[in-house]
């Protein structure tokens, strides 16, 4: 559960006449993750990919394509097959013939569908112009411009010209035509070297005949009889892709499998006649591998495990390793006979319980948890989803949470998906424990008058009746950011005990005992006076929240923390002299103050619980109104609201009526109010996710993963294939 599962490196060593029935077999198996050899061992050579790699590296390719052409879909699969040869040489072929042909006629009549899109859009502009489009080219002393340009400036230009005899000008809603007649002995270009000083632009003239409504209407009829040709190519390709599917799916999951395997050898060792193939596999399965492999080939292949990897720096401790008979290289084997061809580091296979497996997804955010670290989904799955539920606290919002959790996880294929619809069901169901806890339901206490008769066993602290509450809260978080930190510094201290004792004492204990030294002395009555007052009397001592008889740990504590602090100091700073040199030693002294800073951190907790509780009081303070009793207590109006203050209202004295609330204003204003409570509750149950959820993975990232995580593993990815369309029996 913390740590990975348990990694062994086996290896197989046979002729080559045995390779294929022992990829076969391993294929079948799916739990072995093969290792490449480098290359370096005198007489080895990488394998070369079996004879039909390449083919069903095309075939693969051709079904992938057609798959693309065809847009199929992975429902669309149908039951499981079987894919034979024959299918992949005959079927395939038809297939490709009918869909390529299908997707050349698609993209002929698309490619002539934006023609026709783009001339229709040419010719738009001219159908204000009046002028029939033939009309406005094609003459020998007339000269003719069409674009958009100041029709008066244009006039004014051609007028003042002594260059032009005569011309006319019509005007369109976006365009203008000038025809003008050049004097004769005027150059060519005289009309465009007009019009660029009436900042004309010319615009090109279709080449179509006839009136340019008419020529649209033509257009817009081929429009319609392309977009129907289309539409039934459409058809034809969307009941080949009905038919072709299941086959396509399955060929792909038949030449994918082929493939892996066709290119197996080229991670091996081999000579002209031998191989030798190493990979890592859990521990437990490594009889039952051997087992397989005998039941195929006998013993014509040996099958050794030559390393059981501990969880220590990733590597083995307990295997001896000697050269391999006939040679004497720097590669070395194993005393069983199995090559040792790299030194490569187990891959990781997180191990978790079921409850915990969707919180694999913050760990994973950050990286895969390396082979000799612990894996710390488990402590995620017990402090995250409490730390959110504290934070909200709230029946009717946790129930929304949980809802749309069981949502994403029931609904979706996604692994990543189902993961978050998991923590959300965990979220809103802590969300909802602490909102029967602190008696409140969308904001309002009426689940505290029900369960509890007005005492619910906690309360935000919101109100000013109960500000104690908040303050207790203040110094819950500091306690759970000890207990928090604390465990990540054990987890590192468990991480590198085998990196040797000074490690431990640099990384992890010296800033432990500099982290319970210091919260020691300032929890400590010691110097009291200078301290806030809720370290003291929140779980102890009269008007206490809760009165655990604590108000402070005695004097000594201060000198004994301050001597931890200064002891952790020393070898803390002495660590970092150690590593960086004289900078350490002013390196160490100044980040000291993050056994400080980071459980202050934690004060985020009480934080986001005030203003989360603030923001939904306000949405039910807008809708039902509220008023304030003589002891500072808060009341919604959902019964209604008093009159006045300094009556006695429901038993409670009224002393402050906040706010009159739209519920009781009016018909018009208590419509107004339910727009407001939906949207304003529905933005509280949003804001909940980016506040209470991104800070407790703040938490969770900074304060704890920094003690003692670094989550650079290798993922265990075995050499087989999860067969979902096709079968072999």
């Given at each position: 559960m913390l740590r990975p599962e348990q990694m062994s490196k086996v290896s197989v060593t046979g002729s080559k006449a045995v390779m294929d029935p022992v990829i076969e077999t391993v294929h079948d198996l799916n739990r072995v993750h093969l290792s490449d050899y480098d290359g370096s061992w005198e007489g080895f050579d990488n394998g070369t990919p079996r004879s039909d790699a390449d083919d069903a590296s095309e075939k693969l390719v051709t079904v992938r394509s057609l798959e693309s052409i065809l847009d199929v879909d992975r429902d669309e699969a149908g039951p499981?097959?079987?894919?034979?040869?024959?299918?992949?040489?005959?079927?395939l072929e038809e297939i490709r013939t009918e869909a390529n042909d299908l997707d050349d006629r698609r993209n002929e009549v698309e490619s002539e569908l934006r023609e026709v899109e783009e001339e229709i859009d040419e010719v738009e502009p001219f159908t204000a112009l009046g002028v029939p489009l033939d009309l406005l080219s094609g003459y020998d002393s007339l000269e003719v411009a069409v674009g958009q340009g100041d029709p008066a400036a244009v006039r004014r230009v051609l007028a003042d010209s002594k260059a032009i005899r005569s011309f006319d000008i019509e005007t369109g809603d976006q365009l203008v035509a000038v025809f003008a007649y050049p004097e004769s002995n005027a150059r060519e270009s005289i009309l465009d070297d007009l019009l660029v000083q009436a900042s004309f632009t010319r615009t090109e003239?279709?080449?179509?005949?006839?009136?340019?409504?008419e020529y649209i209407e033509q257009l817009r009829h081929r429009k319609q009889q392309l977009e129907s040709k289309l539409s039934t190519i459409e058809d034809e390709i969307g009941d080949l892709r009905l038919d072709a599917a299941g086959f396509l799916l399955a060929a792909e999951e038949r030449l994918t499998i082929d493939v892996?395997?066709?290119?197996?050898?080229?991670?091996?060792?081999?000579?002209?006649?031998?191989?030798?193939?190493?990979?890592?596999?859990?521990?437990?399965?490594?009889?039952?591998?051997?087992?397989?492999?005998?039941?195929?080939v006998g013993d014509r292949v040996d099958v050794d495990e030559i390393e059981r990897a501990k969880y220590r720096d990733g590597q083995a401790t307990s295997t001896e390793h000697v050269a391999p008979e006939g040679e004497s290289s720097g590669k070395t084997a194993a005393t069983d006979g199995g090559v040792v061809t790299m030194n490569d580091s187990p891959p990781t296979m997180q191990e978790n319980v079921g409850p915990a497996e969707p919180f694999e997804l913050l760990t994973k955010m950050v990286g895969l948890p390396s082979y000799d670290e612990l894996d710390p989904t488990f402590f995620i799955m017990l402090t995250f989803p409490a730390f959110f539920g504290f934070m909200i606290g709230d029946l009717g919002y946790g129930i929304l949470y949980a809802a749309a959790g069981f949502f994403m996880y029931s609904r979706f294929d996604s692994d990543a998906i189902r993961a978050l619809g998991g923590i959300g069901i965990w979220a809103g169901a802590f969300t909802m424990l602490f909102g029967v806890l602190y008696g409140e339901i969308f904001g309002l206490h009426v689940l505290g008058e029900v369960l509890f008769n007005g005492k619910p066993p906690m309360h935000k602290g919101l109100q000013p009746t109960y500000s104690r509450y908040a303050q207790t809260w203040l110094f819950v978080s500091v306690l759970a950011g000890l207990a928090h930190m604390t465990l990540g510094y054990f987890s590192g201290v468990v991480n590198?005990?085998?990196?040797?004792?000074?490690?431990?004492?640099?990384?992890?204990?010296?800033?432990?005992?500099?982290?319970?030294?210091?919260?020691?002395a300032i929890l400590s009555t010691a110097a009291e006076g200078i301290k806030p007052s809720f370290l003291f009397n929140t779980l102890g001592g009269e008007g206490a929240a809760y009165n655990l008889g604590y108000t402070g740990l005695p004097e000594s504590a201060a000198f004994l923390g301050l001597g931890m602090f200064a002891l952790g100091l020393v070898v803390m700073t002495y660590g970092e002299f150690q590593h960086m040199g004289v900078p350490g030693l002013v390196v160490g002294p100044l980040e000291s103050v993050n056994v400080l800073v980071n459980v202050l951190s934690y004060f985020r907790l009480a934080a986001v619980l005030l203003a989360k509780a603030g923001m939904a009081f306000v949405v039910n303070l807008l809708f039902f109104g509220a008023w304030e009793d003589s002891h500072g207590a808060w009341h919604f109006g959902t019964g209604g609201m008093p009159s006045q203050t300094g009556i006695e209202y429901h038993h409670y004295e009224v002393a402050d009526i906040m706010f009159g609330g739209l519920l009781h204003g009016g018909i018009a204003m208590a419509l107004i109010g339910v727009v407001i409570l939906v949207v304003g509750h529905f933005a509280v149950l949003l804001l909940g996710i980016t506040s209470a959820g991104l800070q407790g993975i703040r938490l969770e990232y900074v304060e704890f993963f920094d003690k003692f995580y670094d989550g650079d593993g290798r993922t265990f990815d075995p050499f087989g294939y999860e067969r979902e369309f096709t079968t072999e029996d």
């Open positions: 499981s097959r079987i894919v034979t040869d024959e299918a992949l040489d005959e079927e003239v279709p080449d179509a005949e006839g009136n340019a409504a892996q395997k066709s290119e197996a050898p080229l991670q091996f060792a081999t000579t002209e006649s031998a191989f030798v193939a190493e990979g890592w596999i859990p521990t437990e399965e490594v009889d039952h591998l051997k087992a397989e492999l005998a039941d195929v590198n005990l085998s990196h040797g004792i000074e490690e431990v004492l640099y990384e992890d204990l010296s800033w432990l005992t500099m982290m319970l030294g210091l919260w020691l």
